[in-house]
């Protein structure tokens, strides 16, 4: 299984296996990384699961990935940055293994 690095705004991070096809919000929430909220489930409503990827990762991971997604970022709470995403609209893949994402200080 692909391996996630969720790192909190304090710098603390925590690896985490997500299975491929599922989505980096789910492998947070499922194994209780506290920085994403993901309220709406991954149905693409809220931004309470906003991340920052690494910028070792921006080229692989790519932008958003729909205008929707576009939009609902611009009401997230933390700092929206050239390397926004939001975790539900990223599906895990082998080639996301180690993937690091970065989160913002507050999702509310």
């Not at 947070?28 to 910028?55: P, Q, R």
């Not at 932008?63 to 609209?89: D, H, I, M, T, Y």
Request: charge should be negative; aromatic fraction near 4%; charged fraction near 20%.
């Amino acid at each position: 299984m692909p391996k996630v690095t969720y790192v909190d705004h304090e710098g603390r991070a925590v690896d985490v296996e997500v299975e491929n096809g599922d989505n980096v919000m789910h492998g947070a929430v499922y194994n209780g990384v506290e920085a994403i909220t993901g309220e709406c489930g991954g149905g693409l409503s809220c931004a309470t699961c906003h991340c920052y990827i690494d910028a070792d990762w921006v080229d692989v991971v790519g932008g958003p990935s729909s205008q929707a997604e576009e939009e609902l970022l611009e009401s997230a709470a933390a700092e929206v940055k050239p390397n926004s995403r939001l975790s539900c609209q990223i599906e895990m893949t082998p080639a996301l293994d180690g993937l690091v994402v970065h989160m913002p200080e507050h999702q509310f």
